[in-house]
């Protein structure tokens, strides 16, 4: 089982969308309003597929339907984890996502959604949106209420390079100029709270008032989970979340270095420069899966690398 699995993206035009996919990492997208690439995904609303290799025109989730050997046997009905490169050309909705016993109760037993967030690049002047004000649930009820939306949402500016954890619960939006790689739990759950009031076809898109009142998190807490840089020869890394769903680290490669794989999977988004994974040549856009089993990953070249493992949570109803 020593081979690595690369993946072709599955492409979402939207009307937030741009072409910086195409411009930084080379991908043939359908258009310019391509706002999301589902680079590794066994979800049915677009599903990865591989290239080249023993697997080569499967999609991940026939992988994990037919071949668990490659994730170590592990248990799930459904492949745990969503990775996205998404490209905001406009600001994205004020939105939050439920946690998995919401979902699972009120969205057809799917799993919740917490995310993590890497900016790749964005203008000088971008901003995000996470988290609020309001210092408990009458407070937010008002704010909403009365569309008090500058008051009540929690603005930053961002830079290239920085990352945010947003849990389940936590109110957020990805806004104008902003190029990123989301780490997500395998879900498409959204509860939509604010759209600018903007028209869709001459119609608002619809709202989530309810579901968005149930799930947020009230107060809003900060969820700090980097760790230091940590430099070594020929290479530095910094653990950016280790989570119950997900463990993120980012790998800046200046020479070389072997990477140990113990997991059940790992994921590798290759998101700036070029080298060498053992015998396969990879470049900035490539996203790869390291089955369970593999060994160590012998990495060569000047890259940056983004590693995900499984946070090997129990799946829910067993
Ligand atoms: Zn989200």
């Not at 996203?287 to 499984?310: F, K, N, R, S």
Request: charged share 25%.
């Amino acid at each position: 089982m020593k081979e690595l699995i690369f993946f072709k993206p599955f492409f979402k035009q939207v009307l937030w969308g741009g072409h910086k996919m195409k411009d930084f990492y080379g991908y043939s997208i359908p258009g310019d309003d391509t706002g999301e690439a589902w680079v590794i995904s066994a979800h049915p609303n677009g599903t990865s597929t591989v290239v080249g290799g023993t697997y080569d025109g499967q999609t991940l989730k026939s992988l994990w339907e037919n071949h668990r050997e490659l994730f170590g046997g592990m248990d799930g009905k459904e492949f745990p984890l969503l990775v996205k490169i998404i490209d905001a050309n406009d600001h994205l909705s004020i939105q939050v996502h439920p946690d998995d016993e919401y979902a699972f109760c009120h969205e057809n037993g799917s799993q919740g959604k917490t995310e993590c967030w890497y900016i790749l690049d964005c203008d000088q002047d971008a901003d995000i949106i996470i988290g609020h004000h309001a210092r408990n649930r009458e407070e937010l009820q008002q704010m909403i209420g009365g569309g008090r939306w500058d008051e009540l949402l929690r603005k930053f500016p961002i830079r290239k390079g920085d990352f945010f954890y947003i849990p389940a619960g936590t109110i957020h939006a990805i806004r104008k100029g902003t190029l990123l790689l989301e780490v997500q739990q395998n879900s498409d759950t959204t509860y939509r709270l604010y759209d600018y009031g903007r028209l869709q076809d001459g119609k608002p898109r619809q709202l989530h008032l309810k579901e968005s009142m149930d799930v947020i998190t009230c107060p809003h807490t900060d969820a700090d989970t980097m760790g230091a840089v940590q430099k070594y020869d020929g290479y530095e890394t910094r653990i950016l979340v280790d989570g119950p769903y997900f463990s993120v680290d980012k790998w800046d490669i200046k020479t070389q270095v072997s990477i140990s794989q113990l997991y059940p999977f790992m994921l590798i988004d290759v998101i700036s420069g070029d080298g060498m994974l053992d015998t396969r040549h990879v470049k900035a856009g490539d996203h790869i899966l390291v089955p369970a089993g593999y060994g160590t990953v012998h990495c060569q070249g000047h890259m940056e690398l983004i590693i995900t493992h499984h946070g090997l949570t129990e799946p829910l109803c067993t």
